[in-house]
């Protein structure tokens, strides 16, 4: 029995990582469609204040809420997914031992 088959997990670990580094470094690539309205949508309303001569502090709050919903949320995907991957590697651990354990010497 060879090592448990983990390598689909791995890379949807590596991509969920590169996603949340880029979601902290302010990047739009790794939101949903709906965050991006949303970002988009308090850009607008905010460079409309701006133009005004009024404050954007709304549209940064706006802004900053996204992000950091869709850093919790990236962060709860990576959490299950690692999860998932320690539960392969735990079954496949107890399946080893089993089968050592029923040998017949």
Not at 27 to 38: F, K
Not at 80 to 93: F, K, N, P, S, Y
Request: aromatic share 4%.
């Amino acid at each position: 029995m060879g090592k448990p088959d983990t390598r689909r997990l791995d890379k949807a670990i590596r991509l969920t990582e590169r996603k949340l580094e880029a979601v902290r470094n302010g990047e739009m690539w790794p939101l949903t469609g709906q965050e991006r309205r949303q970002v988009l949508r308090a850009l607008a309303g905010g460079s409309y204040k701006v133009a005004r001569g009024k404050s954007a502090a709304r549209a940064e709050r706006q802004m900053d809420s996204v992000s950091t919903s869709a850093e919790t949320r990236l962060i709860a995907e990576l959490t299950a997914l690692q999860g998932e991957r320690q539960r392969i590697v735990t079954e496949a651990a107890k399946d080893k031992a089993a089968k050592k354990s029923s040998g017949w010497w």
